[in-house]
């Protein structure tokens, strides 16, 4: 019977940004492309849905969960492209600027524009 773990939830810079905790870097160094990548994909999925944040395990050896809410889902992203363009990975980068061009269609503030201009 497998037993059931509890996870502290914590900012995702905790463990993502280079500027809040130096290990980061060794981290992204060794597991950037595989983290970034699912959570670039895990982003796009939670903007279709409509979904206010996202809740992700890092690292089965970590004690703690990160969550990116809603509007701290523009950084991330372009934490990801920053890192994909490093790596030169364009393919990938293209999609995050997708996914961008998306994320900017659909803040509040552009859907409020676009109803002013239908009336």
Request: hydrophobic share 40%.
């Amino acid at each position: 019977m497998r037993r059931a773990q509890a996870f502290s939830t914590v900012n995702w810079r905790k463990y993502l940004d280079v500027n809040t905790n130096p290990r980061a870097e060794n981290f992204l160094k060794s597991k950037g492309d595989d983290v970034l990548w699912q959570m670039t994909c895990n982003i796009h999925n939670s903007m279709r849905n409509n979904i206010p944040e996202l809740v992700l395990l890092v690292h089965p050896n970590v004690g703690g969960v990160i969550r990116i809410e809603q509007k701290e889902f523009k950084e991330v992203l372009e934490l990801s492209l920053n890192f994909f363009l490093e790596k030169e990975d364009y393919q990938k980068c293209s999609s995050i600027q997708d996914i961008l061009a998306e994320l900017k269609l659909n803040t509040p503030s552009t859907i409020k524009k676009k109803s002013i201009k239908l009336i």
